[in-house]
C-alpha cells in the first residue's frame, strides 16, 4: 500500500476549516476523540490526483499558536512534535477572505515551523459583495507558499487544493518574516545554547509554558531550563512578536488586497457605506449616542430612588431594631449610607455597559473605529484609540490595558496618557448627584432634558479634553514610530444575548467589588474622625448649643448640635485646615473632605458626603435632600448652587483622582516619568479650571 500524504487543516474559528475537511473527504470520514481529553478529533480520507491518496485531519481552530485553551493546545502539540503520528507532511492554512488580516497571523507562526505549508483563502464567493481583489501571485511570492483560493459553499477550487497537496515536495519551507528581531541577544543565546533546535520552536514552548504550562517537554524533545526571564517580560516579548507579525502582513496587504468600497453590493457592505458615511455616519454615532445618555437618565431613575429610599429605610430600622450604641451608629451613620452611595449607581452602570456591549457584539464599533480614524490621525492618535477612549467610559485601567493593539509606540503612549480624561465611571456618581442639585430638571424640546444634556456636555468635555491634549502630545513628544493600519471589519450580526448579560455582569462586579472594598474602608475612617473631636466644644456641644439658642427647642435643637459636633470633630478641624485652599473654588470644608478622601478614588466623594451628612441626623431622609439643604455661610445661599456646583463638576472632569490608574500607566509605560506628568498636569487643569469658573459665575 502506497503511504499516505498527511495533511492538517489549521486556521481559525469559522474560516471553513470543516466545510473543507468535507469536501475533500466526503463520507471517508470518522470522528473520535485526541487521546486523553475530550477534544473532538475528525480524520479522513481523500483521493487525489495520480492514485494518490492523503488522510486529512481537521484540526481545533486555533487564532494563534499561543494557546489559550485546551483546544488550541492540541494544534501546538502535534506541530511540535514532529514523532506525533499525526505530525503533517503539509500543512494546510484555512483563512477567510474577509478576515485576511487576523487569519494570516496564524499562517505566519506555521511558517516559521519549517513545514511545508498551503494557503487556502476560502469564502471566495464572498469577494464581489464585499469588493475584495486579490494579487493571488504578489501574495504567493510575499508569503512564500501557494495559495488555493476556493469557496467551500460553492465547490470551487477544491482539485486546484487537491492539485496542490500531491506537488506539497516542492513548497518552500521557509519563513514569511522574521519576527524574532526584537531581542538580538537574548535569542542569540537561546540559539546557542540549543543549536540543534529551530529558533521559534524554542521560543514556543518557553511561551507555552507562559501561557498554559501544558506542553509535553519530553515528546517534543526540548528542554529549555535555559535562563527563565520573568513571566512579564516574556508576555512583553510575545506581544512585540505579535506586533511584528502584523507590521508584515499590513504590508503584505497594503499591496496584495484591494477592497473597492464602491463596488462592494451586499446588504453589509451597503450598512457599511451608511455607518461610515462622511456626513451620515458621524451623524448616525451621534445620535447613537445622545439617546444612549437619555436612556441612562430615564431608565434608571426608578431603580435608583428605590434604591435610595431603601437604604434610609434600613438604617432607619437598623436604629430603632438594636439598643443605640457607638457600634449601631457606625453601621447607621457610616457604612450603610457610605455603601448606599454606591449601590445607587449600579443601575446606571449597568445601561451604560449594556449599550457599550451591545454596539461591540453588533459589529458596530469596528465601523466607528474605522470612521473615527480619519479624525483621530489628526491628533496624533490612530482609529484604534477610539475603543480605549470609549472603554474609558466604563474605567480607566481596562481602558489603558486594552492600547496594546495600537501597534505604534507613539500613538500608544498618547492614548495612555489622555485616556483619564474620558469620563469614566467613577465619575458618573459624582456628577449625577451634582446635576440633580443645581440643573434644572427640565425638557428642552422634545425629549431631551437640561440634566441629561449637560451629562452628556461633560462627556463631550471629557473627549474634547483628551483628544486636545492628544494633538499638543503629538507636537511636543519627539518619537519616531511607524504607523500601519488595517482594518478588520467583522460581520454584523445580532448581539449574543449571553456575552451583553455576562459583559454587563462582570464590569458592574468589578466596579461595585473594586470601589466597594475602598469606600466601606474610608466610611468607616471617615464615621470615627466625625464622631469624635479634640477638645471640650465637641463632647460639650449639647450645652454649648442649648445655652446659645435657648429659643430653640425640639428638631431644630438637635441639628444645630448635630452641625456644631460636625464642626469641631477631627474631620471636621482637617476640612478647616483645606478650606482656604478650596474656598476659592466655592467649596465649603465640607465638600474639601470630600475632596480628600476622593483623592484615592473619585467614586469616593459621594459616599463621603452621604456619610459627612449623615451623621447626627436621626430622619429617615435622602441623601440629596440632605445637601440640597446645605447653607454656604459666607453668602447665606444654597452651598450647591450654579456656580460652585459647575466649578466642582469641572474639577471632577480634569483631576487626576485615581491611584489605581496611576499605577496602571506605571506598569504599562514603565517609569512613573509619565504617571507623575499625568498627576501634576491633570490636578493644576482642574484646580485652575475650577477657580476661574466659579469666579465668573459667582
Ligand atoms: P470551521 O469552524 O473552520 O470548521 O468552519 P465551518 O466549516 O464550520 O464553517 C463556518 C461557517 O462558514 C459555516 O456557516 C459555513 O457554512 C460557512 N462557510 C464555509 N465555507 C464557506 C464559503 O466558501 N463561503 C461562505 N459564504 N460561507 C462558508
Ligand atoms: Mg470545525
Known amino acids: 500500500m502506497a503511504k499516505q500524504i498527511k495533511v492538517s487543516l489549521i486556521g481559525n474559528p469559522n474560516t471553513g476549516k470543516t466545510s473543507v475537511f468535507n469536501l475533500l473527504t466526503g463520507l471517508n470520514q470518522q470522528v473520535g476523540n485526541y487521546p486523553g481529553i475530550t477534544v473532538e478529533k475528525k480524520e479522513g480520507i481523500c483521493k487525489l490526483p495520480r492514485g494518490v491518496k492523503a488522510h486529512i485531519l481537521d484540526l481545533p481552530g486555533t487564532y494563534s499558536l499561543n494557546a489559550s485553551s485546551l483546544d488550541e493546545n492540541v494544534v501546538i502539540e502535534i506541530l511540535l512534535n514532529k514523532k506525533d503520528k499525526d505530525f503533517p507532511d503539509v500543512a494546510v492554512v484555512v483563512s477567510d477572505v474577509e478576515n485576511l488580516k487576523r487569519n494570516l497571523l496564524l499562517f505566519t507562526q506555521i511558517k516559521d515551523l519549517e513545514i511545508p505549508t498551503i494557503l487556502v483563502i476560502n469564502m471566495a464567493d464572498r469577494m464581489r459583495s464585499s469588493g475584495i481583489s486579490l494579487d493571488i501571485p504578489l501574495l504567493e511570492k510575499e508569503l512564500n507558499t501557494k495559495i488555493a483560493l476556493i469557496s467551500a459553499r460553492k465547490n470551487q477550487g477544491i482539485d486546484e487544493l487537491k492539485k496542490l497537496i500531491v506537488a506539497y515536495g516542492s513548497l518552500s519551507t521557509k519563513p514569511c518574516v522574521n519576527a524574532l528581531t526584537f531581542a538580538p541577544e537574548y535569542f542569540n543565546r537561546l540559539q546557542k545554547a540549543f543549536p540543534k533546535q529551530s529558533l521559534y520552536k524554542l521560543w514556543l514552548v518557553i511561551t507555552q509554558d507562559v501561557n498554559f504550562r501544558k506542553v509535553d517537554k519530553k515528546k517534543s524533545s526540548i528542554t529549555p531550563d535555559f535562563e527563565i526571564k520573568s513571566e512579564s517580560e516574556l508576555k512583553r516579548f510575545q506581544q512585540k512578536e505579535t506586533i511584528k507579525r502584523y507590521q508584515f502582513i499590513n504590508g503584505v496587504l497594503k499591496k496584495g488586497l484591494i477592497i473597492d468600497e464602491k463596488a462592494a453590493t451586499g446588504m453589509r457592505a451597503r450598512l457599511d457605506r451608511v455607518l461610515t458615511h462622511k456626513f451620515w455616519g458621524y451623524f448616525i454615532f451621534f445620535a447613537i449616542l445622545l439617546f444612549i445618555f437619555q436612556a441612562i437618565y430615564d431608565w434608571s431613575s426608578y431603580p435608583m430612588d428605590l434604591i435610595d429610599e431603601g437604604f434610609a429605610w434600613l438604617s432607619e430600622v437598623t436604629k430603632s431594631g438594636l439598643p443605640s450604641g457607638p457600634f449601631v451608629d457606625l453601621i447607621t451613620e457610616g457604612i450603610i449610607p457610605g455603601l448606599g452611595g454606591i449601590v445607587i449607581f449600579i443601575p446606571q452602570i449597568a445601561f451604560l455597559f449594556l449599550f457599550?456591549?451591545?454596539?461591540?457584539?453588533?459589529?458596530?464599533?469596528?465601523?466607528?473605529?474605522?470612521?473615527?480614524?480619519?479624525?483621530?490621525?489628526?491628533?496624533?492618535?490612530s482609529g484604534k484609540s477610539v475603543v480605549p477612549l470609549v472603554s474609558g467610559t466604563a474605567c480607566a485601567i481596562p481602558a489603558v490595558m486594552a492600547t496594546r493593539n495600537i501597534e505604534n509606540w507613539k500613538e500608544r503612549l498618547i492614548t495612555i496618557l489622555v485616556v483619564p480624561f474620558t469620563t469614566c465611571s467613577a465619575r458618573l456618581p459624582v456628577y449625577l448627584i451634582i446635576i440633580s442639585l443645581v440643573i434644572p430638571?427640565?425638557?428642552?424640546?422634545?425629549?431631551?432634558?437640561?440634566?441629561?444634556?449637560?451629562?452628556?456636555?461633560?462627556?463631550?468635555?471629557?473627549?474634547?479634553?483628551?483628544?486636545?491634549?492628544?494633538?499638543?502630545?503629538?507636537?511636543?513628544?519627539?518619537?519616531?514610530?511607524?504607523?500601519?493600519?488595517?482594518?478588520?471589519?467583522?460581520?454584523?450580526?445580532?448581539?449574543?444575548?449571553?456575552?451583553?448579560?455576562?459583559?454587563?455582569?462582570?464590569?458592574?462586579?468589578?466596579?461595585?467589588?473594586?470601589?466597594?472594598?475602598?469606600?466601606?474602608?474610608?466610611?468607616?475612617?471617615?464615621?470615627?474622625?466625625?464622631?469624635?473631636?479634640?477638645?471640650?466644644?465637641?463632647?460639650?456641644?449639647?450645652?454649648?448649643?442649648?445655652?446659645?439658642?435657648?429659643?430653640?427647642?425640639?428638631?431644630?435643637?438637635?441639628?444645630?448640635?448635630?452641625?456644631?459636633?460636625?464642626?469641631?470633630?477631627?474631620?471636621?478641624?482637617?476640612?478647616?485646615?483645606?478650606?482656604?485652599?478650596?474656598?476659592?473654588?466655592?467649596?465649603?470644608?465640607?465638600?474639601?473632605?470630600?475632596?480628600?478622601?476622593?483623592?484615592?478614588?473619585?467614586?469616593?466623594?459621594?459616599?463621603?458626603?452621604?456619610?459627612?451628612?449623615?451623621?447626627?441626623?436621626?430622619?429617615e431622609e435622602t441623601i440629596k435632600n440632605r445637601m440640597k439643604a446645605e447653607v454656604n455661610t459666607v453668602t447665606g445661599g444654597p452651598l450647591f448652587n450654579l456656580a460652585s456646583g459647575i466649578s466642582l463638576l469641572l474639577f471632577y472632569a480634569f483631576a487626576m483622582q485615581c491611584m489605581s490608574t496611576l499605577a496602571i500607566v506605571k506598569r504599562e509605560t514603565n517609569s512613573w516619568k509619565w504617571p507623575m506628568a499625568q498627576l501634576i498636569f491633570m490636578s493644576g487643569l482642574a484646580y485652575g479650571i475650577a477657580l476661574i469658573v466659579y469666579q465668573v459665575l459667582k
Open 356 to 381: 457599550i456591549s451591545i454596539l461591540e457584539e453588533s459589529g458596530y464599533m469596528s465601523r466607528v473605529v474605522f470612521l473615527m480614524d480619519r479624525v483621530m490621525r489628526r491628533f496624533g492618535l
Open 441 to 619: 430638571n427640565e425638557k428642552v424640546g422634545w425629549i431631551f432634558s437640561y440634566q441629561s444634556l449637560t451629562l452628556m456636555l461633560l462627556y463631550f468635555l471629557g473627549f474634547g479634553t483628551a483628544v486636545g491634549s492628544a494633538w499638543i502630545l503629538n507636537k511636543i513628544l519627539k518619537i519616531k514610530s511607524k504607523t500601519y493600519f488595517v482594518i478588520e471589519m467583522p460581520g454584523y450580526k445580532l448581539p449574543l444575548l449571553k456575552n451583553v448579560v455576562i459583559n454587563v455582569i462582570e464590569k458592574t462586579k468589578a466596579f461595585v467589588l473594586g470601589a466597594g472594598k475602598i469606600i466601606l474602608a474610608i466610611s468607616i475612617v471617615l464615621w470615627v474622625l466625625a464622631s469624635f473631636g479634640p477638645n471640650d466644644k465637641f463632647s460639650n456641644a449639647a450645652q454649648i448649643v442649648t445655652e446659645k439658642y435657648t429659643n430653640l427647642s425640639g428638631e431644630e435643637l438637635d441639628q444645630k448640635i448635630a452641625s456644631h459636633k460636625l464642626e469641631y470633630s477631627f474631620i471636621g478641624y482637617a476640612g478647616k485646615a483645606i478650606e482656604p485652599i478650596v474656598a476659592p473654588l466655592g467649596y465649603d470644608w465640607k465638600i474639601g473632605i470630600g475632596i480628600i478622601s476622593s483623592f484615592a478614588a473619585r467614586e469616593v466623594f459621594v459616599g463621603t458626603l452621604a456619610t459627612i451628612y449623615s451623621v447626627g441626623s436621626d430622619e
